[in-house]
């Protein structure tokens, strides 16, 4: 199971890093009233963060958390399930 949420996570992470630019961590999280640990944790993959803080994300790329988790979705493997059928 662990090993999944890590992919969950690092398909956010680049998603997040993609959607920034070129835009810093510390101007975007200013920007967005984000916390810049909680960016910096994203992009690393090591948070996995709460819906809130989704959103967030989401709204703070001008999208909604339909299409912010498309683009998560994209990332992560064919036919990838967190349960075992």
């Given at each position: ?25 510390f101007m ?50 064919d036919n ?6």
């Amino acid at each position: 199971m662990q090993e999944k949420k890590e992919i969950i996570l690092n398909a956010l992470a680049e998603v997040v890093r993609d959607l920034r630019g070129n835009r810093s961590q510390f101007m975007f999280a200013s920007e967005n009233d984000i916390s810049i640990s909680i960016v910096s944790m994203v992009e690393r993959g090591l948070k996995d963060p709460q819906l809130t803080t989704l959103v967030k994300l989401a709204e703070a790329f001008d999208m909604n958390l339909s299409d912010f988790s498309k683009l998560i979705e994209e990332k992560l493997p064919d036919n990838f399930s967190l349960i075992e059928k």
